[in-house]
């Protein structure tokens, strides 16, 4: 513990390096992961999409069982073999964006499902067109389960982009592995303990956001 | 018999949720917990069976204190059933029923007979719902549910916590009725928790009404209504506690010569003569058999021959079993001045007129203030 | 069936690409040769023990645990236990693993530490809301009419509580089988190291030999105990399934 403390006073910046490396990395993937999981989510909580939903949904729930490192491995083969470059940033935010599906593509389609049909009526006997009643009714009222969802995906992206410090993502799993390997326990500790506290901080952060996205009417207290 | 002697109930935190109720309810008796919520009526019910702790004074039960039984004996002798019912989703809706009879260690041929006989207690097919699960009923096959499986253990004492309390108003009505039907063959001895006024009055022998943990009245239906012994008591139960008491009265309680009638076939003339003489305006008609046809008034005699050419066919009938603010109701909805009441066969057994009603209502109102 | 269909092209891929990767001569001509069936049956059979020791310690624990911070005897101890499960969860796996090698150092014992500690969380979690979801008032009819707090617990709760207890030991069993691939890096058995070998050349068909297999396992795990969850759930519960 005491080492690692050392190593931090002695080398600020590293850690610095290693943690906006690994927000850039999250931030990346869980903007991508946000706007394709709430269109995709949008698009298959439609009339009539129901056996749509129920396969994509399955496919994102399949995923998540797959370990990170076969979804790497599968991405470097890719990308290397339609010749891009197939180590780093470019795998990691791939693999991250398809992690973080499931939380922010299921929330966003349950929570669509769930607005009660009542006021959806009551918008169109407003006179209210599609688009309308999906800006102005749907989406505000789901949007509070839309946020739990992009929280639960960013922490557990975070612990991802961990792992793809393994294929050359940069990172605070920098500092883990290279600890590891040559038994240096200070950069053990450093690492785990940093991207822990990430995970914890920006957790929090997202409860934060999540309360503060909710509309007003709807917030308990 | 049930006995309440001086209970208290004082949670940990200091809240006095029942304070000193002291009263008896006798065998075979229903009795209804009355009160506004968080006036203690639940609380009371169940100290009774024990699932609330009481802190202060003494429950007994045929003379026994129930403080110093087994508490799981106790309970297995005491039939529950509460508003949210609770049937264990899990079990069929026999095994649920057979619960006190598995726990009671009954043998497995007379736990079954007596799940089929309380279905069809019940008024349900017990071929049907036996097998089924909690999840596949309807609210209302639920609550019949319930009642049966609180009935399992054939215990001589029931309690009921707002059993009819989350069901559509019409299902409601006709399961009290059912209960009550029930009720007149088990002669159970019942503790009924409700909030509902008119389910106190239609259900109860007696009430006891409740108020901030303490008893405030206990008395029979009639008597809570035309004798309420404070300002509480009469806000409680309404301004139009006298139309409330029709509740209380049956037509079999105020009909009793058999009516004057006449058959379909006579002459008109000979009708409006003895209309005349008996200085009435209306009558009954009436086949050969006795059966009910319909009315004619002394008006309409004019009006043909035979009073079977002239007389109004009514649909609207009474049963001796219907209780007076119906009778009152259907007289007003469908502006009859008369009521004729018929058996099942639709024989006219009498007819009821705003004058007998009136006059049930004056003599229940006297009987009150008096007793 | 689309769910099958989905299922079995995936196991199809992820074993299809085992079995043509194991063929190979080469991974890299002159420099890398893929490992032999014998290696990749020896680390499956090692993978697999550690995921079970691990899941069945897991279990011990998370469920009893799970089940007693429901009894009132045991309240005070909800908040601590059921929260710091629920900030557990959101710590990275890697680090979980990694800190163990300061603490117990390199060495299977500290790989499977690792693993129990995480795959606590879903059945400690599970459990708990398992129990603790039940309608109050199904246990208070059960109280009232005169169950023991035994029997309550067994004809009534557990029996209530077992889907929920069942899908937190498959995701648990889930996780563990892809943390277990890291796992190597303190000392684990198992496929991890040879997807580790793959990352140390930067091979991505060493690395999916060994993570391929890996993934099947997992979904083959999670398949089998959905089969087991739904055997074990009570058919009085599923009927609203089927009827909704």
Redo the contacts between chains.
């Keep these: 513990?005491l080492d690692a403390w050392q190593y931090l006073i002695a080398h600020p910046e590293k850690l610095a390096g290693w943690t906006l490396e690994h927000l850039w990395i999250i931030f990346v993937a869980i903007v991508i992961a946000v706007v394709l999981g709430v269109v995709i989510g949008v698009y298959i909580s439609g009339r009539g999409k129901e056996?749509v939903a129920?396969?994509i949904l399955?496919?994102a729930e399949?995923a998540m069982?797959?370990?990170?490192?076969?979804i790497?491995?599968?991405l470097?083969?890719l990308l290397?073999s339609v010749g891009l470059k197939?180590?780093g940033f470019l795998p990691a935010v791939i693999a991250l964006i398809i992690y973080g599906q499931l939380p922010i593509l299921r929330n966003t389609y349950t929570a669509l499902q769930g607005v009660d049909p009542a006021m959806i009526e009551a918008g169109r006997g407003m006179g209210m067109t599609e688009k309308q009643l999906l800006f102005k009714v749907r989406l505000p009222l789901a949007i509070s389960v839309i946020m739990a969802g992009v929280r639960n995906a960013i922490?557990l992206i975070?612990?991802?982009a961990?792992?793809a410090a393994?294929?050359?993502a940069g990172g605070l799993?920098v500092p883990?592995?290279r600890?590891?390997r040559n038994?240096r326990?200070d950069l053990?500790?450093l690492?785990?303990?940093s991207?822990?506290i990430l995970?914890?901080l920006v957790?929090n952060f997202m409860g934060w956001v999540e309360w503060w996205v909710t509309p007003r009417g709807l917030k308990e207290r | 018999m049930i006995k309440l002697d001086m209970v208290t109930k004082v949670y940990p935190d200091g809240t006095e949720a029942v304070k000193n109720v002291s009263f008896e309810i006798g065998q075979g008796e229903l009795c209804v917990l009355l009160g506004p919520s968080g006036c203690g009526k639940t609380t009371t019910m169940k100290m009774i069976n024990r699932l609330i702790p009481i802190t202060g004074g003494t429950i007994y039960i045929d003379g026994v204190d129930t403080a110093k039984m087994d508490e799981n004996a106790l309970r297995r002798d005491i039939g529950y059933a509460i508003q949210q019912i609770g049937l264990f989703p899990n079990m069929t809706v026999g095994r649920n029923i057979e619960t006190v009879p598995e726990l009671k260690g009954w043998p497995e041929n007379k736990r079954r007979q007596r799940g089929e006989e309380l279905l069809k207690l019940m008024g349900m097919d017990s071929g049907e719902f036996i097998g089924k699960y909690p999840r596949e009923l309807s609210g209302g096959q639920s609550q019949r549910v319930g009642v049966a499986r609180a009935l399992g253990g054939d215990p001589p004492i029931l309690l009921m916590d707002e059993p009819f309390g989350a069901i559509d108003p019409i299902t409601r009505v006709r399961l009290q009725d059912e209960f009550l039907k029930i009720q007149q063959t088990l002669k159970k001895t019942i503790i009924f928790v409700t909030h509902d006024i008119y389910e106190a009055i239609k259900l109860g022998d007696r009430i006891a009404l409740m108020k901030e943990g303490e008893l405030v009245q206990y008395d029979t239906p009639a008597d809570l209504l035309y004798n309420p012994k404070n300002e509480f008591v009469e806000n409680f139960v309404g301004a139009d506690r006298a139309l409330k008491g029709l509740q209380l009265i049956r037509v079999k309680d105020v009909v009793k010569a058999s009516p004057p009638t006449v058959k379909s076939g006579e002459k008109t003339e000979i009708v409006r003569e003895r209309m005349e003489r008996a200085g009435i305006n209306w009558l009954a008609v009436v086949n050969g058999d006795g059966n009910f046809l319909g009315g004619v008034g002394k008006a309409d005699l004019g009006k043909g021959d035979s009073v079977g050419d002239v007389m109004s066919p009514s649909a609207e009938t009474a049963t001796a079993n219907t209780v007076l603010n119906e009778v009152f109701s259907l007289m007003l909805s469908h502006g009859l001045d008369n009521l004729p009441i018929v058996d099942k066969d639709n024989r006219l057994q009498g007819v009821i007129s705003f004058d007998t009603i009136r006059k049930a209502l004056v003599e229940l109102t006297q009987r009150g203030k008096t007793g | 069936m689309r769910h099958y269909v989905i299922l079995i092209s995936l196991l199809v891929l992820l074993l299809g690409l085992t079995v043509w990767i194991t063929s190979l001569d080469w991974i890299k001509e002159g420099v890398y040769r893929p490992f032999a069936w014998g290696d990749i049956a020896n680390c499956t059979k090692a993978h697999l023990e550690m995921v079970v020791i691990a899941e069945l310690i897991a279990i011990a624990i998370g469920v009893p645990l799970g089940i007693l911070v429901t009894r009132p005897v045991f309240r005070k101890l909800t908040t601590p236990i059921i929260g710091g499960a629920n900030v557990g969860q959101s710590i990275p796996s890697l680090a979980v693993i990694a800190i163990m090698a300061p603490i117990l150092g390199f060495g299977l014992q500290s790989a499977i530490v690792a693993l129990v500690i995480y795959g606590l969380l879903p059945v400690l979690r599970n459990s708990y809301t398992g129990i603790s979801n039940i309608d109050p008032a199904i246990v208070e009819a059960a109280r009232g009419m005169g169950m023991s707090r035994r029997q309550i617990a067994r004809k009534i709760e557990l029996p209530l509580a077992l889907p929920v207890i069942m899908t937190g030991i498959r995701v648990s069993t889930v996780i563990t089988v892809g943390t277990a691939e890291l796992a190597v890096l303190v000392g684990g058995a198992g496929l991890g190291r040879i997807t580790l070998a793959g990352v140390y050349t930067m091979q991505p068909l060493t690395i999916l030999q060994g993570a391929a297999p890996t993934a099947a396992l997992a979904i083959i795990l999670g398949f089998i105990l959905a089969r087991v969850e739904g055997g074990m759930t009570s058919r009085g519960l599923k009927v609203k399934a089927e009827m909704a």
């Design positions: 513990m056996h129920d396969t399955y496919l399949v069982t797959i370990p990170s490192m076969a790497f491995g599968l470097m083969l290397s197939a180590i922490v975070i612990g991802i961990a792992i393994m294929i050359g799993g883990i592995f600890g590891l038994a326990l053990i500790i690492g785990g303990v991207v822990s995970a914890l957790d």
